[in-house]
C-alpha cells in the first residue's frame, strides 16, 4: 500500500504531460523560467472539521488558479507523505492550479477519533463531504489526483459529484490481484482483529522509542527511496496506534469491496473524464488490470 514517494515525483510529470495536452485546451500551462527560478512554494499544513472528523490537509494556493486539483492519498492516507510530491506538482503546472491533498480520518498524528475505525465507506463519504463543504462554490474545474486506493475513492466521488471535471488515478488500485503474495499476507492479518491490535501495538511500542533512533531506523530500513520528509511523516504518524490499526481496517474493507467486479460501464461512459497511470512492476495495480481497463475503452497513460 505504501508507494515510494520518489517514484511519484516521476508520475507529476506525467500528469502534466498528459493534462496540458488533453486539457489545456490550447493555452500554455507550460512553467515559466521565472517560476522555475523562484523559491519553490511550500506546501501548508490546516486542520479542518469536515462532517465533524478533525482532518489533515496539505495547501498549495495559486494567484491566478484555472483548476483546483484535490489529491486523494492511497492507505495509509497521511497526507505529510506527500508533501514533496504536491510541491512539485504545483511546480510543473506552471503555478495555474491551487492543489489540496486531504487525508484520511484517523491516519492522523494525534487520535483526535479516540480508537474509533474507519471503513473504506466513511473515507469516501469523507472525501464528498470536504468538496461540499469548501469546494462547492468555487468557480473553477476540479480536477481529482488519487494514488493507489485513492483511485478507487476518486473514481466514486465522480459518480456522485458533478462538480468533479477530470480524473487521474496515479497506480490504481481497483480489484485484487490473486497473485500477489502481499496482498495475501496483509488480507491474512487484517482479517484477525486480534492479530491487527497485536501488530498495531508492536509498532506504537517502536514509536516510543527517540525520534533519531527512529529515523535513523527508517533511514536504513527503506533505502533512499524514500525523502527525508516522507521518513518524518512515518515517525510521526504511522507509528501510532490508532493510525497503525485504522489502516488494518480500511485494507480489510478494501480487500472485501475490490473482490468485486470493477465497474466497467461506468469507466465507458466517462471515459473522457478518467486517465490512469500503471507501473510495470505495481502489484496493487498490475498489467492485468491495465489490459482490462483498454479493452473498455477508457482513457489512460502508461
Excluded at 68 to 95: C, M, R, T, W
Excluded at 167 to 180: A, E, H, W
Aim: aromatic share 10%; glycine share 4%; net charge negative.
Amino acid at each position: 500500500m505504501i508507494c515510494s514517494c520518489r517514484s511519484l515525483q516521476a508520475s507529476a510529470l506525467s500528469f502534466l504531460l498528459f493534462f496540458t495536452s488533453r486539457r489545456g485546451r490550447g493555452r500554455d500551462m507550460s512553467c515559466p523560467n521565472s517560476l522555475l527560478s523562484n523559491p519553490r512554494k511550500i506546501a501548508t499544513l490546516r486542520l479542518s472539521k469536515v462532517s465533524g472528523h478533525t482532518t489533515e490537509l496539505l495547501e498549495i494556493q495559486s494567484d491566478k488558479p484555472t483548476c483546483h486539483v484535490l489529491f486523494i492519498p492511497g492507505n495509509p492516507g497521511v497526507v505529510s507523505f506527500y508533501k514533496d510530491f504536491l510541491e512539485s506538482l504545483y511546480e510543473l503546472l506552471g503555478a495555474s492550479a491551487s492543489v489540496t491533498a486531504i487525508g484520511h480520518i484517523s491516519h492522523t498524528e494525534k487520535n483526535w477519533e479516540h480508537g474509533k475505525l474507519f471503513s473504506l465507506q466513511d473515507q469516501i463519504d469523507h472525501k464528498v463531504d470536504f468538496i461540499k463543504q469548501e469546494l462547492q462554490n468555487i468557480e473553477l474545474p476540479i480536477v481529482l489526483v488519487g494514488h493507489s486506493i485513492g483511485s478507487y475513492i476518486s473514481l466514486e466521488m465522480l459518480r456522485s459529484l458533478e462538480k468533479v471535471t477530470y480524473l487521474i488515478g496515479l497506480y490504481p488500485f481497483l480489484m485484487l490481484n490473486p497473485l500477489s503474495k502481499q496482498q495475501s499476507n496483509i488480507e491474512n492479518v487484517a482479517e484477525s482483529s486480534i492479530l491487527s491490535a497485536l501488530l498495531s501495538f508492536s509498532v506504537a511500542t517502536l514509536g516510543l522509542l527517540p525520534q533519531c533512533t527512529l529515523r535513523f531506523m527508517l533511514s536504513k530500513s527503506l533505502g533512499s527511496s524514500w525523502s527525508d520528509t516522507a521518513v518524518d511523516a512515518a515517525c510521526s504518524h504511522l507509528l501510532q496506534y490508532h493510525t497503525f490499526r485504522n489502516m488494518l481496517y480500511m485494507a480489510l474493507m478494501e480487500f472485501r469491496k475490490l473482490s468485486e467486479m470493477p465497474d466497467w460501464a461506468f469507466m465507458r461512459e466517462n471515459h473522457e473524464k478518467i486517465a490512469f497511470l500503471f507501473g510495470v512492476d505495481d502489484h496493487w495495480g498490475p498489467l492485468q488490470m491495465f489490459e482490462e481497463i483498454d479493452k473498455t475503452d477508457t482513457c489512460r497513460f502508461n
